[in-house]
């Protein structure tokens, strides 16, 4: 089933989804004005759902495009189903 993000916090570029039991977040970072500071893109992690666990960060983010960091969000949730 491919994730299902949505817009998490009103003022802020952080979007989220859920699947099979771990959570996805992306958000976007600069390393000027508001939101989060950082290289420019959007960051992509990941973390168990229903464990107090810091989130991991994806390979490759920040990403240049939200399509981006939304496709390996998916390829990690396929790494992380069972089989």
Not at 16 to 22: D, I, K, P
């Amino acid at each position: 089933m491919p994730l299902q993000f949505h817009r998490s916090v009103r003022d802020m570029e952080i979007w989220s989804a859920t699947s099979e039991g771990f959570s996805f977040v992306i958000s976007f970072g600069s390393p000027r004005g508001p939101g989060f500071h950082g290289r420019a893109g959007y960051l992509a992690s990941w973390r168990p759902l229903h464990k107090n666990q810091a989130a991991i960060k994806i390979g490759g983010s920040p990403f240049q495009t939200l399509e981006e960091a939304e496709g390996a969000c998916s390829d990690m949730a396929g790494h992380l189903a069972p089989r």
